[in-house]
């Protein structure tokens, strides 16, 4: 796929790290968002920042995660409060919703779905109300039968998987998931969408003890919650959005980790989905776009996910945003640090010149 070069030659760096900004902008008019994870919502100061770039970025939709670890950044009667939170004089959702509503900032409620706990949960002040004490049978077993639980975090870790994943194909864990996203949205009926993560099995080596997708064909169950869930939002929460932030290759996200999200678009089971892009090379982005064979009515569903965490160059930022302005709906950018860090960096400085030409 070919690019239209929207803007000019950047000139190196100075010796004394002047910022050069660009002299031409992007032509970009889709829709905008922003990750935003929980341990930069725990206090007021942080969140004040974040709302603050995100205005002046342009940025018009907030992707805020409230649900990590099985717990609740969030008022909650299902889930017990993150840790540390008790301690707050304030519920970071509540704070948050309240002063992005008043610079008209749509928000979204973004949740861990199937990774339920890590290591580290067991000695957390919330492990007695916790899922991972009260239902610890409701997380996977391997296919010789040995529970996720009874291995140490840092071997699943050397094996690419997160930590103690819940089993999707148990249905009252489905249920019990549908009713704290229902509370969820409830009690916060300001939001515009909810954002599912982890809505997959972890990472599985076939033929090995960390093959924890047994049965035929796991995917289905995936789907079958993902579908339970849209039968959920259509009914009770019309006008709100459903998404989920997947992997980009949808071939390897069904084979891998049973995520069909391709299956999902087309059945209208989420009104768009996030492909994580987090690239840092160009001839690498565009290799990857001819790979991954986006169909014409998907990339109208897609938001291109940017890992600006790994501080790609502006070359392959710009691409990615060319390319989403030819083809996508749309772009977010992972993470909000990025946006808030005291030290302004290059990147920041041409990517932000670019989003507050947007006005």
């Given at each position: 796929?070919?690019?239209?070069?929207?803007?000019?030659?950047?000139?190196?760096?100075?010796?004394?790290?002047?910022?050069?900004?660009?002299?031409?902008?992007?032509?970009?008019?889709?829709?905008?968002?922003?990750?935003?994870?929980?341990?930069?919502?725990?206090?007021?100061?942080?969140?004040?920042?974040?709302?603050?770039?995100?205005?002046?970025?342009?940025?018009?939709?907030?992707?805020?995660?409230?649900?990590?670890?099985?717990?609740?950044?969030?008022?909650?009667?299902?889930?017990?409060?993150?840790?540390?939170?008790?301690?707050?004089?304030?519920?970071?959702?509540?704070?948050?919703?309240?002063?992005?509503?008043?610079?008209?900032?749509?928000?979204?409620?973004?949740?861990?779905?199937?990774?339920?706990?890590?290591?580290?949960?067991?000695?957390?002040?919330?492990?007695?109300?916790?899922?991972?004490?009260?239902?610890?049978?409701?997380?996977?077993?391997?296919?010789?039968?040995?529970?996720?639980?009874?291995?140490?975090?840092?071997?699943?870790?050397?094996?690419?998987?997160?930590?103690?994943?819940?089993?999707?194909?148990?249905?009252?864990?489905?249920?019990y998931l549908l009713s704290v996203f229902?509370?969820?949205?409830?009690?916060?009926?300001?939001?515009?969408?909810?954002?599912?993560?982890?809505?997959?099995?972890?990472?599985?080596?076939?033929?090995?003890?960390?093959?924890?997708?047994?049965?035929?064909?796991?995917?289905?169950?995936?789907?079958?919650?993902?579908?339970?869930?849209?039968?959920?939002?259509?009914?009770?929460?019309?006008?709100?959005?459903?998404?989920?932030?997947?992997?980009?290759?949808?071939?390897?996200?069904?084979?891998?980790?049973?995520?069909?999200?391709?299956?999902?678009?087309?059945?209208?089971?989420?009104?768009?989905?996030?492909?994580?892009?987090?690239?840092?090379?160009?001839?690498?982005?565009?290799?990857?776009?001819?790979?991954?064979?986006?169909?014409?009515?998907?990339?109208?569903?897609?938001?291109?996910?940017?890992?600006?965490?790994?501080?790609?160059?502006?070359?392959?930022?710009?691409?990615?945003?060319?390319?989403?302005?030819?083809?996508?709906k749309g772009v977010a950018f992972f993470?909000?640090?990025?946006?808030?860090?005291?030290?302004?960096?290059?990147?920041?400085?041409?990517?932000?010149?670019?989003?507050?030409?947007?006005?």
């Open positions: 796929m070919s690019f239209l070069s929207c803007v000019t030659q950047q000139k190196k760096i100075p010796k004394e790290k002047e910022i050069t900004l660009p002299k031409k902008t992007l032509k970009f008019n889709k829709e905008k968002y922003l990750w935003i994870v929980r341990t930069h919502l725990k206090t007021k100061t942080s969140i004040d920042a974040i709302l603050k770039s995100a205005d002046e970025n342009n940025i018009e939709d907030l992707i805020v995660q409230v649900r990590g670890l099985g717990d609740a950044y969030y008022r909650s009667s299902i889930v017990p409060l993150a840790d540390g939170l008790k301690a707050l004089d304030f519920i970071p959702l509540d704070y948050l919703l309240k002063e992005a509503l008043k610079k008209n900032l749509k928000v979204h409620a973004w949740v861990n779905v199937f990774l339920g706990a890590k290591e580290k949960t067991f000695h957390s002040k919330n492990y007695s109300q916790h899922i991972l004490n009260k239902k610890s049978q409701w997380f996977l077993k391997n296919c010789q039968g040995k529970a996720i639980l009874n291995y140490a975090q840092k071997s699943l870790e050397q094996q690419s998987i997160d930590g103690y994943y819940l089993d999707p194909s148990k249905k009252e864990l489905r249920r229902e509370e969820l949205l409830l009690g916060y009926p300001q939001l515009a969408g909810l954002h599912l993560d982890f809505v997959r099995y972890p990472y599985s080596k076939k033929d090995s003890e960390f093959n924890f997708a047994c049965g035929e064909d796991p995917s289905k169950h995936v789907s079958s919650f993902v579908k339970e869930l849209r039968t959920l939002q259509r009914t009770s929460f019309p006008k709100i959005q459903l998404s989920a932030a997947v992997w980009a290759h949808a071939r390897k996200a069904r084979e891998n980790v049973y995520q069909d999200w391709r299956s999902w678009l087309a059945d209208g089971d989420l009104d768009f989905v996030m492909p994580m892009f987090y690239v840092i090379d160009k001839s690498v982005y565009e290799k990857r776009l001819q790979e991954f064979a986006f169909l014409p009515e998907e990339m109208k569903k897609i938001i291109v996910g940017v890992g600006l965490y790994r501080k790609p160059p502006w070359r392959v930022l710009s691409a990615q945003l060319n390319s989403v302005q030819k083809d996508f993470s909000s640090s990025f946006f808030t860090d005291e030290k302004q960096s290059e990147l920041e400085a041409q990517l932000g010149a670019h989003l507050k030409a947007l006005n």
